[in-house]
């Protein structure tokens, strides 16, 4: 056996005393006084004043009755609605409900769960504000309940106007800092060749180019993929038809390209994947250089260690992200994931909003919750882990994708993210996914949301 020296049982002692006296980390505290949403941890929807009853609805900024007034009330709180003054937010038998603040019904004594969680519970009982239990087959009940701890009685205190941070200097900005702007169905613009049968080809989502789309800062690119006797084609819902369709390892190859002449930019690729994993591994051993630029996170330490810096991306050679909505337990049926030849599955990596703002003209739904909520899913947009903060994908469009209709919903992009989807998701977006991205200056959005971070 080997003898210490004093000298390392003297350091073994102090350590020891160190680790005795060593203060513990503060238990989170209950929020200070202010304006929240009351948002379940579990679906990252929020409590809302639905004529007396408290419903958990999809969260829309400053509608709906989602807003509520955290007060202090003795040794217990209040939840005033913004909407309905002298209104809180409190219960009726076993049911949440909107009653007078004034009730003995309205007080809640509010609990820290770990850093940024917290249990809503009667004073003096053991009966929390929960969710009510999911059903097989459907979605969790709109109508929250009353009743013991659990997962189901985990709420976020979102505020409504978080105190935001200055950006950090750019070499010092990790990827999940920053905000790209993203083009939806990016290869569905009638230049570089058709995308659907004749008719959808006359009301395109884009109309320039991936190389104009480059040139003009797009670093996002969304792309429908389906399978041919000539490999991953480009198209929208079916192939059938498309006149001069595009390979998608031909969009690929202008990426790898511009990002080797542009050694600082970083490329995103989101695919809607029709494709057998094989199919889309040759298409992208077609694309020279693909391996020099292919960043892994998966290889390198993120869900530990967090996001790496854009400078550390940048001097890896780490600056072209691809990303499949394809299910991983159909590949590994299938005998080959897509992760193996550096495909990320996005629902492992990134948070994102539904997709559909509504049709292409008349009201929008700005609305703000998954899109991938329902009753065979659950990932909320609020979803973190300990050491690693999904991306978050924003879409901002609307089902068909009329010019002048985009143009007017792109002027109103930074405000949607800011009122409605930062909030919902707590969370800054990180790529803000649009139609006909020439109209209506969303990168003036993205230059907005590129000016702070969130807490």
Known sequence: MRLR????????????????????????????????????????????????????????????????????????????????????????????????????????EITPLDADRYTLRVPGTARHLTVAPKPSGADYPARLALAGAGELAAW???????????????????????????????????????????????????????????????????????????????????????????ALWVDLQRMVDFLKAHPDQFVTVFLEDYVDPAVLRAELARVNGLSDVLYRPDLTGVRHSGWPTMTDLAAAGHRLLILTDHSRSADQAAGLTRDSFGVMYQREWTVENYWSMGSGVGTSDWSCYSRWYGPDTNIPLTRTEPAFR????????????????????????????????????????????????DRGNPASAVTTLNAYTYP
């Open 5 to 108: 020296t004093p000298h390392a049982l003297l350091a073994t002692a102090a350590a020891l005393a160190a680790a005795v006296v060593a203060p513990q980390p503060a238990a989170a505290a209950v929020p200070a006084p202010g304006t929240y949403y009351v948002q379940s941890a579990t679906t990252g929807l929020n409590a809302a004043d639905d004529g007396g009853a408290v419903e958990q609805h999809r969260p829309r900024g400053n509608e709906d009755r989602q807003q509520w007034q955290l007060k202090a009330n003795g040794s217990s709180y209040l939840l005033e609605s913004t909407d309905a003054p002298g209104t809180c937010l409190g219960r009726t038998g076993d049911q949440a409900a909107t009653v007078a603040c004034a009730s003995a019904d309205a007080p809640w």
């Open 156 to 246: 976020y205190l979102t505020p409504v106007a978080p105190v935001t941070g200055p950006m950090p200097p750019p070499d010092r900005r990790t990827l999940d800092q920053v905000t790209f702007l993203t083009t939806h169905n990016a290869y569905a613009n009638g230049v570089d060749g058709g995308f659907a049968p004749p008719f959808v080809n006359l009301v395109p989502n884009q109309t320039r180019g991936i190389q104009q789309q480059l040139a003009d800062g797009v670093r996002g690119f969304m792309m429908d993929i389906h399978q041919t006797p000539d490999g991953a084609i480009l198209c929208h819902n079916s192939c059938t038809l498309v006149s001069r369709p595009v």
């Open 390 to 437: 999904p991306l978050f994908v924003m879409n901002h469009f609307r089902d068909v994708p009329l010019a002048g209709t985009a143009g007017t919903d792109n002027t109103k992009l930074a405000d949607r993210a800011q009122r409605f989807c930062q909030p919902a998701a707590r969370k800054k977006p990180n790529f803000l996914a649009v139609d006909h991205y």
